[in-house]
């Protein structure tokens, strides 16, 4: 029996997200370990204070804490079980500040669509492109959680770096933490070339935003990919802080 290109690959594609899922949880896997990770270019601007919005189950925090092992981190995960799973593994680390929120542009109760793959969880209806290119993510039941406003918690520091991964709620977010931001050095966003979710913000949005705050974007540190025809749906974008040159 013949089988399609198309059918083949999407079988393989499917046998790597279980195989990454596995590994995952047992040991951390990454390419971060060799210098040549985009993230370690950022080393030279020696951040002090990390920001993780939506740390989920530990993905980015463990990544960051092998290139900023000193740095003090606030690590905001409104997902009852993943905020369990942070707890239990960084209970004892002096430099880790954990919240059990979600972030956004007011202070509100509200329910959150939480995927049977938890990175996918999100505020707004799956579309039918996220369903179609990684039906694994569709399945979900609902939760409430607290939202509160980035510039609520006050949080300051030197050196500052801001990850927002939010599926698709950036925009929201960052419309209220704008102070907070406006003080960092580095931000770190998840951005969507094509709709994942129905009516989420695109790119040029927060590109927008971020260049009227005085960010510049650099580099995609990595891009998600359609599985049926590689086509690229999101990317997670680097912007950095304009350096303001003053006349001497």
């Known amino acids: 029996m013949k089988y399609s290109y198309t059918v083949i690959r999407k079988f393989l594609y499917q046998i790597y997200v279980l195989i990454n899922k596995i590994l995952s949880s047992v040991v951390w896997i990454e390419i971060i370990r060799s210098e040549k990770h985009p993230y370690k270019r950022l080393k030279d601007l020696n951040i002090q204070t990390i920001i993780d919005i939506w740390a989920n189950e530990w993905q980015f925090l463990s990544t960051f804490m092998q290139i900023f092992p000193n740095t003090h981190y606030h690590c905001f995960e409104p997902l009852s079980d ?116 129905n009516n989420q913000p695109l790119f040029d949005e927060i590109y927008e935003f971020m260049k009227n705050l005085w960010f510049e974007y650099r580099w995609a540190y990595d891009q998600l990919k359609n599985p049926h025809d590689w086509s690229v749906l999101q990317q997670d974008v680097i912007f950095i802080k304009k350096i303001i040159k003053k006349n001497v």
């Open 82 to 197: 993943a905020f369990k799973i942070l707890q239990h593994d960084f209970w004892n680390k002096a430099n880790i500040q954990l919240y059990n929120t979600w972030l956004w542009a007011d202070n509100s109760v509200v329910s959150i669509n939480k995927s049977e793959y938890n990175p996918s969880s999100s505020l707004l209806e799956m579309s039918d492109t996220h369903k179609t290119a990684f039906p694994h993510t569709s399945n979900s039941v609902s939760e409430q959680i607290t939202i509160k406003k980035l510039d609520d918690y006050s949080i300051n520091g030197e050196n500052l770096l801001i990850k927002i991964d939010t599926q698709w709620y950036e925009l929201e977010i960052m419309k209220g933490g704008t102070n907070t931001i406006r003080n960092a050095k580095v931000c770190i966003i998840e951005t969507s070339v094509v709709e994942l979710y």
